[in-house]
């Protein structure tokens, strides 16, 4: 049995109309696990979209992208000599990403004339040429490459914070004699500052979580009930022998590690209110009363072990409903680390 997701196929069509229209130059991001509706299905949007041009993550998704997906594609994960060369078919539609200096030379001694985005260095710090990095190499590609523009991957923070690092960036850009930018993580009022005070530019957004899950109501994912057991307070269950510390049932539902459910990684929140709930997980985890993401009757299920591969062991009060066997139940996830058995788009 199958761990679900359900779109509103109409829902979701008209959100990403929307974000079309309102985003001039959107280039949609299609990465990972796709969001969780896979790399080939947003391809395809992409495609129906108009779009002239696809970014994805890493070289090794070009293929499932390249095959539904026509125009032009963007790899966001820098080029490094370790790369394996691209097929004459497919290379000649790959916009390879660049952030050191040495790493030109070596992509156009494999490719003479390979297309190229420089990418300047942000405050993120994860990859990127300095300012004079940047003029060198604008220099060196004009003549030797297809340059295609500047990349800037601004960090997430908050709504609205990136405008003034995004305008300083953009006078290296100027100085790199580049016309075309391509950007990340900044807000439609962000754009549109940065597209009147640069009118000469040609700004890229590339968006990924704000095109395809920015309509969360479009989106359903369920769990089906494989086996419902009843339990007495000091029963023992499970794979490690825990024993009941009160009264209720044992659900057993589709769902666990091999769906990316259960799994934890750390999170970017420093807020009080953020350490606070941290702190209360904890201390749920000490007393083996873990939150899961399933729910029956709008209530918050509870772990009643870790999850398996592929079921989850849940347990349910006394006094609450009990669920029959092949009953669907909702779940909230984390969609760009969970894998669904099932994905319907209505």
Same mark, same amino acid.
């Not at 709504?159 to 100085?175: H, P, S, Y």
């Not at 900044?186 to 309509?215: F, H, K, M, N, S």
């Not at 479009?218 to 009941?244: L, S």
């Not at 970017?268 to 201390?283: E, Q």
């Given at each position: 049995?199958?761990?679900?997701?359900?779109?509103?196929?109409?829902?979701?069509?008209?959100?990403?109309?929307?974000?079309?229209e309102?985003?001039p130059?959107?280039?949609?991001?299609?990465?990972g696990?796709?969001?969780?509706?896979?790399?080939?299905s947003?391809?395809r949007?992409?495609?129906?979209?108009?779009?002239?041009?696809?970014? *994805?993550?890493?070289? &090794?998704e $070009?293929?499932?992208?390249?095959? =539904?997906?026509? /125009?032009?594609?963007? #790899? @966001?994960?820098?080029?490094r000599p370790?790369?394996p060369t691209?097929?004459a078919a497919?290379?000649?539609?790959?916009?390879?990403? *660049?952030?050191?200096p &040495?790493? $030109?030379?070596?992509?156009?001694? =494999?490719?003479? /004339?390979?297309?190229? #985005? @420089?990418?300047?260095?942000?405050?993120?710090?994860?990859?990127?040429?300095?300012?004079?990095?940047l003029?060198?190499?604008?220099?060196?590609?004009?003549?030797?490459?297809?340059?295609?523009g500047?990349?800037?991957?601004?960090?997430?923070?908050a709504?609205g914070?990136?405008?003034?690092?995004?305008?300083?960036l953009m006078?290296?850009?100027?100085?790199?004699g580049?016309?075309?930018?391509?950007?990340?993580?900044?807000?439609?009022?962000?754009?549109?500052?940065?597209?009147?005070?640069?009118?000469?530019?040609?700004?890229?957004?590339?968006?990924?979580?704000?095109?395809?899950?920015?309509?969360?109501?479009?989106?359903?994912?369920?769990a089906?009930?494989?086996?419902v057991?009843?339990?007495d307070?000091?029963?023992?269950?499970?794979y490690?022998?825990r024993?009941?510390?009160?009264a209720?049932?044992?659900?057993?539902a589709?769902?666990?590690t091999?769906?990316?459910?259960?799994?934890?990684?750390?999170?970017?929140?420093?807020?009080?209110?953020?350490?606070?709930?941290?702190?209360?997980?904890?201390?749920?985890?000490?007393?083996?009363?873990?939150?899961?993401?399933?729910?029956?009757?709008?209530?918050?299920?509870?772990?009643a072990?870790?999850?398996?591969?592929q079921?989850?062991?849940?347990?349910?009060?006394?006094?609450?409903?009990?669920?029959?066997?092949?009953?669907?139940?909702p779940?909230?996830?984390?969609?760009?680390?969970?894998?669904?058995?099932?994905?319907?788009?209505?």
């Amino acid at each position: 049995m199958t761990l679900r997701l359900t779109v509103d196929g109409t829902r979701w069509r008209d959100h990403l109309r929307s974000v079309l229209e309102e985003t001039p130059g959107l280039v949609p991001v299609a990465k990972g696990n796709g969001y969780g509706l896979t790399v080939g299905s947003l391809a395809r949007r992409a495609e129906w979209l108009g779009s002239d041009a696809l970014a *994805v993550g890493t070289y &090794a998704e $070009l293929p499932e992208a390249a095959s =539904r997906f026509h /125009g032009d594609l963007l #790899v @966001l994960t820098p080029w490094r000599p370790y790369e394996p060369t691209l097929e004459a078919a497919l290379a000649h539609r790959v916009i390879h990403t *660049v952030s050191r200096p &040495a790493d $030109l030379g070596d992509l156009l001694a =494999r490719q003479p /004339g390979a297309r190229v #985005v @420089l990418e300047r260095m942000t405050s993120m710090r994860r990859h990127g040429l300095s300012a004079a990095d940047l003029w060198d190499l604008a220099g060196q590609a004009r003549n030797r490459a297809r340059l295609e523009g500047v990349a800037i991957h601004l960090p997430m923070g908050a709504q609205g914070a990136n405008l003034a690092e995004a305008r300083a960036l953009m006078d290296d850009v100027i100085g790199a004699g580049v016309t075309t930018v391509w950007v990340s993580h900044l807000t439609a009022a962000e754009l549109a500052t940065l597209r009147q005070q640069y009118a000469d530019l040609t700004i890229r957004p590339r968006v990924g979580t704000g095109l395809w899950l920015g309509d969360r109501g479009a989106f359903e994912v369920t769990a089906v009930v494989q086996d419902v057991h009843p339990i007495d307070r000091g029963d023992t269950f499970g794979y490690r022998g825990r024993t009941a510390l009160r009264a209720g049932h044992l659900i057993i539902a589709s769902g666990g590690t091999a769906h990316g459910l259960g799994l934890t990684a750390p999170t970017g929140a420093g807020s009080l209110k953020a350490r606070a709930n941290a702190a209360a997980r904890g201390g749920l985890d000490a007393v083996g009363l873990v939150r899961s993401p399933y729910f029956l009757d709008g209530q918050q299920l509870v772990f009643a072990e870790p999850p398996h591969m592929q079921a989850s062991m849940l347990l349910l009060p006394h006094g609450a409903r009990v669920p029959d066997v092949g009953e669907r139940i909702p779940l909230r996830v984390r969609y760009t680390t969970t894998t669904f058995d099932e994905i319907i788009v209505d």
